[in-house]
């Protein structure tokens, strides 16, 4: 059985807002048992807002969080740091209404967690385990969750674009896989839709700097990818953040087709209302390959 966990120290970590454009600081702070994830909106009155679905708004090109009409907005590639990474209980002040895009990815956050350093706290974490399935479907984009073994993502996704056409991963979440193989990848966007997201009040921080362009028939980024399917790599990274915000772990596998935020969070609000299909249990002893050493 596993222990929760928060970060050793406080972090300290400052940077561009992806849609609004502006500077916004970070504070993580070590949280007691039982917490979660609290975002404090440090220049609203310490407005706390807790990472869960109930507080989900909006998930319109970002996952964004409410409480008492303040808000929090891209919040999800922090989310996946702290899951990724068995964060379970932390705050999060922020002085601005969105978490920094960072370089696109989640690995400066994932690197500052380690470098702090991850403290065990005496009471053990449960889990959801799914042992029915539960499928949203809403168009072309699917998403289900079936019983396994541990935590298991398989993601297609398909563009007509010369630069990737079709992607598709399978992998299995624990700390070692989500360090090396999805921390790492960066969000993208098509230059064709820059200037639509631009007079929606969005994208106004993005840039090569923090994001895959896509030009018409190729990557704009002189450094090119990371990985040759960086693309897919991410709306995985996206997916286990939003997953997240169920609160506590799943055990189980899920299977994504052209999903975003809005098909992520629909299938937790399918499983909170599946009673019948899962059961919270203590975390199981995780697979030999996830028998990871806490930093």
Same mark, same amino acid.
């Given at each position: 059985?596993? &222990? $929760?966990? /928060? ?20 504070? &993580? ?33 970002? %996952? ?21 990474? #068995? ?32 403290? $065990?706290?005496?009471? %053990? ?16 984009? $699917? ?7 541990? /935590? ?7 563009? %007509? ?14 700390? #070692? ?30 840039? &090569? ?87």
């Amino acid at each position: 059985m596993r &222990l $929760q966990n /928060t970060i050793k120290k406080e972090i300290y970590l400052e940077g561009k807002g992806l849609h609004t454009g502006l500077t916004i600081k970070l504070r &993580l702070r070590p949280a007691p048992r039982d917490t979660g994830v609290v975002f404090v909106r440090t220049d609203k009155g310490n407005v706390e807002i807790k990472a869960s679905v109930s507080s989900v708004s909006d998930t319109a090109f970002a %996952t964004t969080l409410s409480s008492n009409g303040v808000r929090v907005g891209t919040v999800e590639h922090l989310l996946s740091a702290f899951s990724g990474l #068995n964060v379970d209980n932390v705050y999060v002040d922020i002085n601005g209404p969105e978490v920094p895009v960072m370089d696109g990815s989640a690995i400066a956050f994932v690197s500052s967690i380690l470098e702090a350093g991850i403290a $065990q706290q005496a009471k %053990t974490i449960s889990c959801i385990r799914i042992y029915k399935p539960i499928v949203v479907m809403e168009g072309p984009s $699917q998403i289900a969750i079936t019983p396994y073994e541990g /935590t298991k993502i398989t993601y297609r996704l398909y563009y %007509t674009h010369p630069a990737f056409g079709e992607q598709k991963m399978g992998i299995d979440i624990y700390r #070692n896989s989500f360090i090396d193989e999805l921390a790492p990848a960066r969000t993208f966007g098509f230059l064709s839709d820059v200037e639509k997201l631009r007079a929606r009040g969005l994208a106004r921080g993005g840039s &090569l700097e923090n994001a895959i362009v896509l030009g018409q028939s190729d990557i704009i980024n002189k450094n090119m990818l990371r990985y040759e399917d960086e693309f897919v790599r991410h709306k995985i990274l996206d997916l286990v953040g939003d997953i997240s915000l169920l609160g506590v772990p799943v055990y189980g596998h899920i299977i994504a087709n052209k999903s975003g935020h809005t098909m992520n969070i629909k299938l937790l609000q399918k499983i909170l209302l599946s009673r019948d299909s899962w059961e919270i249990v203590s975390e199981p002893t995780v697979k030999l390959s996830a028998l990871e050493s806490i930093a």
